[in-house]
């Protein structure tokens, strides 16, 4: 059977997270090539079981390439040192050796998406609206933050009540859950789905307003 089929989710192996911090060390394709074999059974594995868990909820899942685009970065090691993958519609799950993200939102909004996330951010109709999801997020210790200006976007007054949100060039929210134990057993799958069920109004709000350029 192939490493990578992993059929039950039960965590991420502490094995992997320590592979990911010797890769962070060791980037490069002699240190890739000798410990494939144990990224495809401890990161990539893990992840793809992880997805078909979360599939029947919240939606198929799509995991990141491993590969970095270095084309125009003067960074040019070649490997993620990292595990990623999106979640149905805007979900986003992250796993280095220093813990677990569970979010989402818009990342690398382009400019036209970004006019239709403050045009409606910036509408008496749907804007208070998010502003009280962003609220209880983080009232519920979720943060929600992202790339901002520190100026006030063009065509908008500084004394805009939703300055704050139309300052935003991405915005997301979710949780960091640092490396330990209870990353490395399945009840960490209860704590990813409650994370992608309290980002469903956020997720949703951003799907009927703001293009998803990740997908």
């Not at 144990?38 to 594995?45: D, F, K, L």
């Not at 962003?134 to 933050?145: E, M, P, T």
């Not at 007054?157 to 057993?185: S, V, Y």
Request: with cysteine; hydrophobic share 40%.
């Amino acid at each position: 059977m192939p490493a990578t089929a992993v059929t039950t989710f039960t965590g991420f192996p502490a094995e992997g997270m320590r592979y990911l911090d010797e890769l962070a060390m060791n980037n490069a394709k002699p240190f890739w090539d000798a410990h494939k074999a144990t990224y495809e059974a401890t990161c990539r594995g893990p992840m793809l079981a992880l997805l078909a868990a979360l599939e029947p909820e919240f939606g198929a899942g799509k995991l990141f390439r491993p590969y970095r685009d270095v084309r125009f970065s003067a960074d040019k090691s070649p490997y993620q040192t990292h595990v990623a993958a999106l979640v149905g519609s805007g979900g986003y799950v992250h796993l280095s050796a220093d813990g677990l993200y569970v979010g989402g939102g818009r990342h690398h909004i382009d400019s036209k998406a970004l006019a239709a996330y403050r045009a409606a951010v910036a509408s008496d109709v749907t804007g208070p609206e998010f502003v009280d999801i962003v609220a209880k997020l983080r009232r519920g210790k979720y943060a929600v933050d992202g790339e901002a200006l520190r100026t006030t976007p063009r065509g908008y007054a500084a004394d805009h009540p939703r300055i704050e949100l139309l300052r935003q060039k991405e915005i997301h929210a979710g949780q960091f859950l640092p490396a330990g134990p209870a990353l490395h057993t399945k009840a960490v799958l209860g704590t990813i789905q409650k994370t992608l069920r309290d980002l469903r109004p956020f997720l949703a709000w951003l799907d009927a307003h703001v293009p998803n350029t990740m997908h």
